[in-house]
T-cell receptor, first 115, second 116 residues
Framework: AQSVSQHNHHVILSEAASLELGCNYS??????LFWYVQYPGQHLQLLLK??????LVKGIKGFEAEFIKSKFSFNLRKPSVQWSDTAEYFC?????????????FGAGTRLAVHP | EAGVTQFPSHSVIEKGQTVTLRCDPI?????LYWYRRVMGKEIKFLLH????????ESGMPNNRFLAERTGGTYSTLKVQPAELEDSGVYFC??????????????FGQGTRLTVV
């Protein structure tokens, strides 16, 4: 069965620190990969996505992620975090199941950025 | 353009009662998904509608949960009777492109269900 693993459940950083959140998935077929973010009190929104082409994708607010097919990974990075990045981050994989696509999520990583 | 909307935003009910959650997807989106997140755990897939048909309901916990999408528009998720372990946040999402992988899902704000 397809699954998504996020390595860190809680991350605490100071402003301007660099961020890397790990994500690994298990699925041997074609996948599309996503990072979603949920800011406090808001709904889930798309941060970035990988469909094909350049494995280094750039998203909103200075985030980027790199798809490494050989490692089944799609880690999220940001060189310098801000207090406003405090949120919960979810890695997700869109994999084909029974002819239709199914979006599978990881457990989420709660990021707290201190000023 | 209106996004995915869910009603109610919060619901507190007693064990044994019935609750119905509603999701209005983005107009024209054939795919509609229900997910649930129990506190601290992953966002777990419940089921997937393609238009009015249930394409995949492998994530539905048990027969106390009933989802419908009459006419292929809005969807309801009914829990009857509710149990304590049903507490969590129920998310709805919709997307275009039936059978396509490269399609983005848009999420509602979720319904926080608390069973006491």
């Amino acid at each position: 069965a397809q699954s998504v693993s996020q390595h860190n459940h809680h991350v605490i950083l100071s402003e301007a620190a660099s961020l890397e959140l790990g994500c690994n998935y298990s699925y041997g077929g074609t996948v599309n990969l996503f990072w979603y973010v949920q800011y406090p009190g808001q709904h889930l929104q798309l941060l970035l996505k990988y469909f094909s082409g350049d494995p280094l994708v750039k998203g909103i607010k200075g985030f980027e992620a790199e798809f490494i097919k050989s490692k089944f990974s799609f880690n999220l990075r940001k060189p310098s975090v801000q207090w406003s990045d405090t949120a919960e981050y979810f890695c997700a994989v869109n994999a084909r199941s029974g002819g239709y696509n199914k979006l599978i999520f990881g457990a989420g990583t709660r990021l707290a950025v201190h000023p | 353009e209106a996004g995915v909307t869910q009603f109610p935003s919060h619901s507190v009910i007693e064990k044994g009662q019935t609750v119905t959650l509603r999701c209005d997807p983005i107009s024209g989106h054939d795919n509609l998904y229900w997910y649930r997140r129990v506190m601290g755990k992953e966002i777990k897939f419940l089921l997937h509608f393609v238009k009015e048909s249930k394409q995949d309901e492998s994530g539905m916990p048990n027969n106390r949960f009933l989802a419908e999408r009459t006419g292929g528009t809005y969807s309801t998720l009914k829990v009857q009777p509710a149990e304590l372990e049903d507490s969590g946040v129920y998310f709805c999402a919709s997307s275009q492109g039936v059978g396509q992988l490269n399609t983005e899902a848009f999420f509602g704000q979720g319904t926080r269900l608390t069973v006491v």
